[in-house]
C-alpha cells in the first residue's frame, strides 16, 4: 500500500528516541489533528521547536498527548500557540512547580487539561494546589 503522509489525521507514534529525520517526517504531515508521542528513554526530551517546525500543526491538532521524561518551560510556550487543542494529555517522569506554573488556564481556555504521571500523590501538596486553583479542577 501506498500512504500520503500528508493526509493522516492522527498519529501514535511510541518509540525510544525521536531522530532529527523522524521531526522532519511528522512535519510533513500537515492534517494531523490527533498526535500522541511516547520517548521511553529515560533521560531524552520531545523537542517541541523542531516538532512544530515548518508545519501546520499549530492550525490542526486538537488532541495531544505526550509522555517523555519532562517538559520545559520553552515546551510550555510552543504549546500556548496550538490555536484549536481541545486535549492536552501528558505524562512525565519529573515534572516540579517552577514548569507546571507556567501553565496557565488563560492560554488554554477551550482545552481539557490532564496530567497522567506523576499521578496527584506523587506531586507535591503545592503543584496540586496550583492545578486545582488555576484549572478548577481536581487533578487526580
Known amino acids: 500500500n501506498v500512504y500520503a503522509f500528508s493526509d493522516i489525521l492522527s498519529i501514535y507514534y511510541y518509540v525510544y528516541r525521536i531522530s532529527r529525520t523522524e521531526y522532519l517526517f511528522?512535519?510533513?504531515m500537515a492534517k494531523i489533528e490527533l498526535l500522541s508521542i511516547r520517548i521511553n528513554?529515560?533521560?531524552d526530551f520531545i523537542d517541541f521547536k523542531m516538532l512544530f517546525t515548518d508545519c501546520n500543526f499549530?492550525?490542526?491538532i486538537n488532541f495531544f498527548s505526550f509522555h517523555c521524561k519532562a517538559i520545559r518551560k520553552e515546551d510550555i510556550n510552543i504549546l500556548k500557540k496550538i490555536k484549536i487543542l481541545k486535549c492536552l494529555s501528558l505524562?512525565?517522569?519529573t515534572?516540579?512547580?517552577e514548569i507546571i506554573s507556567c501553565f496557565k488556564r488563560?492560554?488554554?481556555k477551550t482545552t481539557k487539561f490532564e496530567i497522567y504521571k506523576p499521578i496527584r500523590s506523587e506531586r507535591s501538596a503545592e503543584i496540586n494546589e496550583y492545578l486545582d486553583t488555576e484549572f478548577k479542577s481536581n487533578f487526580s
Open 106 to 108: 488563560k492560554d488554554f
Open 95 to 97: 515534572i516540579d512547580y
Open 91 to 93: 505524562s512525565c517522569e
Open 58 to 60: 499549530f492550525n490542526t
Open 26 to 28: 511528522l512535519n510533513k
Open 41 to 43: 528513554h529515560k533521560s
